[in-house]
């Protein structure tokens, strides 16, 4: 099902009743739809965005998600997601695009604790634009500290320059 829905027309949704379990949002007004469609839809397992939405909205209205492709831009939102997925118990694949270049201690302390502590995902990749997000030799400890306890993870792509 492919809809082509001026974004004017979803700001007044109150529900969307549907089969649907696979959202996919494409850059045309991205950010209004996101926010006027994605929290009233019930019962997606699959969300793929292509612009930056704060993850505790997607696991709050989607609490039984099971696989997430997403774009991150700022740290603190990287560090909100790995936070949440620490005790996070459905969600087994993730893909997130990290556009902010600058690696801080605490985004690669919380990537080891989510990967210590999750149980349940199986495939994890970090992508980046050209010039995002990348582990650098200084954090490859924390990130072999976090995979060596963890027990679910049976596929990692992360760009390590």
């Known amino acids: 099902l492919k809809l082509n829905i001026?974004?004017?027309?979803?700001?007044?949704?109150?529900?969307?009743n549907t089969p649907l379990t696979t959202l996919e949002i494409i850059p045309r007004y991205p950010h209004r739809l996101s926010i006027s469609l994605l929290p009233h839809i019930k019962g997606l397992?699959?969300?793929k965005l292509y612009h930056p939405?704060?993850?505790?909205?997607?696991f709050h209205s989607h609490p039984s998600l099971q696989q997430l492709d997403l774009l991150l831009d700022t740290s603190e939102s990287v560090i909100e997601l790995f936070s949440i997925l620490q005790?996070?118990?459905t969600?087994?694949?993730l893909r997130v695009e990290i556009e902010n270049n600058d690696i801080i201690d605490s985004m690669c302390t919380s990537?080891?604790?989510?990967?210590?502590?999750?149980k349940?995902?199986?495939?994890?990749?970090?992508?980046?634009?050209?010039?995002?997000?990348?582990?650098?030799?200084?954090?490859?400890?924390?990130?072999t500290?976090?995979?060596?306890?963890?027990?679910s993870l049976q596929e990692l792509s992360i760009f390590i320059p």
């Open 6 to 16: 001026d974004d004017r027309v979803l700001l007044n949704i109150l529900e969307v």
């Open 91 to 93: 969600l087994k694949y």
């Open 145 to 151: 500290t976090g995979l060596s306890q963890n027990t």
């Open 45 to 47: 397992h699959f969300i």
């Open 120 to 143: 349940t995902i199986e495939y994890l990749e970090i992508a980046r634009d050209y010039d995002g997000f990348s582990i650098c030799s200084t954090y490859l400890s924390l990130l």
């Open 53 to 58: 939405y704060q993850p505790h909205l997607i």
């Open 87 to 89: 005790s996070n118990t």
């Open 111 to 118: 990537l080891q604790n989510m990967l210590t502590l999750n």
